[in-house]
């Protein structure tokens, strides 16, 4: 079980220039969330998906946009990259409802825009 | 706007010490409460979750839940070295169980 995967782990990406960061999970959950975290401060929902075929709107959407592949993958596009978006950025997985709703967390990619 | 806020850091303790760790949410419509902890350069790992009031012990982890104070707190008993991290406080809420982290709080237990 690998849990949540991330790709790519680095990028760095020139003020204008698009990119999709990946995420997959073999947990079959159903829910899958995007976050960032600036430095000394804890995380921000930028975009979620309750199950497949849905998206919605978290704290922090403005730039970016997601598409859930299907259950297991959730991407996050930055379409037109800004330096605002230099942050680490997480991918996560749960199964609400479960009992736990506990959310698991991926590696992570960290990204800096120049 | 939910807001989490959590006691500021940074906070040292000696090896052995209690640990003591706050967080006070104010959406009173809130499910799930949870202790992540986050190394340097990693990402966060679960320590606790705590749904009802009162207290939930697991090993040297004791979260405690007051909902009408709209309080939880991380207890650490005889914190270690490998206890040294930032701890992040986070508050579900929403069909999809989004969570609002708080701006976490570092821990430093000195040997």
């Known amino acids: 079980n690998a849990g949540v995967t991330q790709t790519p782990k680095f990028q760095v990406l020139k003020t204008g220039q698009s990119m999709t960061l990946q995420c997959a999970q073999d947990?079959?959950?159903?829910?899958m969330y995007w976050y960032r975290q600036d430095p000394g401060m804890g995380l921000r929902l930028i975009y979620y998906?309750?199950?497949?075929?849905?998206?919605d709107k978290g704290e922090v959407p403005n730039g970016y946009n997601v598409s859930r592949l299907n259950k297991r993958e959730f991407s996050l596009r930055l379409e037109s990259a800004a330096p605002s978006q230099t942050s680490v950025y997480f991918c996560?997985?749960?199964?609400?409802?479960?009992?736990?709703?506990?959310?698991?967390f991926g590696p992570g990619t960290r990204l800096t825009v120049l | 706007q939910k807001e989490v806020e959590q006691n500021s850091g940074p906070l040292s303790v000696p090896e052995g010490a209690i640990a003591s760790l706050n967080c006070t949410y104010s959406?009173?419509?809130?499910?799930?409460f949870f202790w992540y902890r986050q190394y340097s350069g990693k990402s966060p790992e679960l320590i606790m979750f705590?749904?009802?009031?009162g207290d939930k012990e697991d090993g040297r982890f004791t979260a405690q839940l007051n909902k009408a104070s709209q309080y939880v707190s991380l207890l650490i008993r005889d914190s270690q070295p490998s206890d040294s991290a930032t701890y992040l406080c986070?508050?579900?809420?929403?069909?999809?169980?989004?969570?609002?982290f708080g701006s976490g709080t570092q821990l430093t237990v000195l040997p």
């Open positions: 998906s309750a199950s497949e075929g849905t998206t």
């Open positions: 986070a508050v579900s809420s929403g069909s999809a169980r989004q969570l609002t």
């Open positions: 996560a997985s749960s199964e609400p409802g479960s009992g736990t709703d506990t959310q698991y």
């Open positions: 705590i749904y009802s009031n």
């Open positions: 947990m079959n959950h159903n829910s």
């Open positions: 959406d009173r419509g809130s499910q799930s």
